[in-house]
Structures are given as C-alpha cells and as structure tokens.
C-alpha cells in the first residue's frame, strides 16, 4: 500500500457543485496534514492545513478522520477557477520529509 | 514581496556537462529543500536543509549535491546529468506550522538532459 493515495481523478464536475476529495493515509504516525494547489505546469501552492478538528476556509472545508486515516478536502459552490489539481501532504512527527499524494485532478466546467 | 525564486526556469543540457539551479528565499526561513516532480510519480523530495551548513538526503538523493551557505540560498548540483534526471524540479522553503511544515515552492525549473 502506498503511503499516500489519492484517487487521480479527473473529477469533471459543472460550476456551482459541491465535490469532495478524500485522501488515504498509510502511517498511523503521521501526524501533519496539509492541502496543496497546483495548476498544470506551476508550483504547487498551499491550500490548507487540516487540523484534529477540521478546518474552513470560505468555500473549502478540510477534515481528518484519524480513526479510518483519511483527510478530506470539500469544495462547495465550484468555480471554474478550482480547476487543478490538489495535493494532499503529510509528514510524520518529527520528520522533515513531507510524503505527497500524486494528486487529484478537479476539472469544473461551464 | 515574499517569494521563493530559481534560475533557471528551463535547461537543455546534454549528459554529463555539470550544471547548478540556483534558489533563494527572502522569508528568512530556517528550513528548505528541493523536489522532483515527473508524471504518474509525484513530488519527490531529493534533499532538504534545516539551518545553514545542514543538509540531508530524502527520498531520492543519488546524483545530486546541495549546499547551504547562507540561509537564504540553496543550490542544487547535478555533478554529471544523466538523461534519467529529466524532469521539473522545485526549490522549497518552508516554516514550522503546529506539528509539521507549510511550504512555498519556487516556480520551477524543467530540466531536459539529452
């Protein structure tokens, strides 16, 4: 099992939906959670972080679920400049190397 | 303005002709490091530094050098490029954010070793 998993998607939904992403996570000791942005050919940029008790951010929500070791990300009201694709990252304590998922890819249409 | 900035952004070079990336942060961030990114694989980290004069290998060191001088910059060697090396790469600062570390990547630099 990867230690990071990300269905790659590509999510097609229309403007204004409501789509959520979910992100599985291998190592029980992980203990930081965070959200990255990236468009096609560009850096990638930080979102959010998840914390223990969730966290929003206008129109995104971001949620841990330690007991199944999954982080969710949700995007309500999507606007065609959501289209990206979405990192999810998570580090052990302690540990200065940041594991990436591969990415989901969120595709919002007119 | 706070950014993360490399040079250069696109490199065609042919196998074993030493190369340097340069990348600097204005931040003041203790913590930096560089990535691999290449299709179906991911962002993979290939070094990283916590403090000047600190340096460790990640994930996928082998091939490359780095070295922190100063704390704001933080070069990435390739001694002798091998067309496997291809790829785009990302310099990365970062600061302690609760139990792990938010990071802002520089805007890339894509490498093609022929």
């Known amino acids: 099992r990867k230690e990071v998993e990300q269905d790659p998607g590509p999510f097609n939904v229309p403007e204004g939906a409501t789509v959520a992403f979910n992100c599985t996570y291998s190592?029980?000791?992980?203990?930081?959670f965070f959200w990255y942005r990236q468009d096609c050919r560009k850096e990638p940029k930080l979102l959010m972080s998840?914390?223990?008790s969730g966290n929003e951010d206008g129109r995104f929500t971001a949620q841990l679920n330690r007991a199944s070791q999954y982080i969710s990300l949700l995007i309500r009201d999507s606007k065609l400049s959501d289209s990206a694709t979405y990192l999810c990252?998570?580090?052990?304590?302690?540990?200065?190397?940041?594991?990436f998922g591969r990415g989901t890819s969120l595709i919002v249409h007119p | 303005e706070a950014q993360v900035t490399q040079n250069p952004r696109y490199l065609i070079t042919v196998t074993g002709k030493k190369l340097t990336v340069t990348c600097s942060q204005n931040?003041?961030?203790?913590?930096m490091s560089w990535y691999r990114q290449d299709p179906g694989l991911g962002l993979r980290q290939i070094y990283y530094?916590?403090?000047?004069?600190?340096?460790d290998k990640g994930d996928v060191p082998e091939g490359y050098k780095v070295s922190r001088k100063e704390k704001r910059n933080f070069p990435l060697i390739l001694e002798s490029p091998s067309p496997n090396q291809t790829s785009l790469y990302f310099c990365?600062?970062?600061?302690?954010?609760?139990?792990?570390?938010?990071?802002?990547f520089g805007p890339g630099t894509r490498l093609t070793v022929t």
């Open positions: 530094s916590m403090n000047v004069e600190v340096t």
């Open positions: 931040m003041n961030h203790e913590y």
């Open positions: 190592n029980s000791a992980s203990q930081s």
């Open positions: 998840v914390y223990s």
């Open positions: 990365a600062s970062s600061v302690r954010a609760g139990r792990g570390y938010e990071q802002y």
């Open positions: 990252v998570v580090n052990k304590e302690g540990s200065y190397i940041p594991t």
